[in-house]
Nanobody
Framework: VQLVESGGGLVQPGGSLRLSCAAS????????MRWYRQAPGTERELVAS????????EYSASVKGRFTISRDNAKNTMYLQMNSLKSEDTGVYYC?????????WGQGTQVTVSS
């Protein structure tokens, strides 16, 4: 299993970013996928999840209405569109899949929201 995140960077408050997670080594379309994030000194928290066919999505209360999770099963890729970014959205964002009782993580992509 390999998960590779990209798309992070430095953005001003109110700005937008689109993260991508390229998956390989497993049958992507069979699995629920998730985005987590971790700010310095805090625990990793679940941001959003999406079902296998993309038909159902869940969000944490802190990002609901601002972030949109999506996936393209033909491209084995998951996305996180982040709008109206706030300083508290700063952190490392990780792609996750839970497969065969194991949590797999990417290396993470840094998102920094600052003026």
């Amino acid at each position: 299993v390999q998960l590779v995140e990209s798309g992070g960077g430095l953005v001003q408050p109110g700005g937008s970013l689109r993260l991508s997670c390229a998956a390989s080594g497993f049958t992507f379309r069979y699995y629920v996928m998730r985005w987590y994030r971790q700010a310095p000194g805090t625990e990793r928290e679940l941001v959003a999840s999406i079902t296998r066919d993309g038909g159902y999505r869940e969000y944490s209360a802190s990002v609901k209405g601002r972030f949109t999770i999506s996936r393209d099963n033909a491209k084995n890729t998951m996305y996180l569109q982040m709008n109206s970014l706030k300083s508290e959205d700063t952190g490392v964002y990780y792609c996750n899949v839970f497969r065969d009782d194991v949590n797999y993580w990417g290396q993470g992509t840094q998102v920094t929201v600052s003026s």
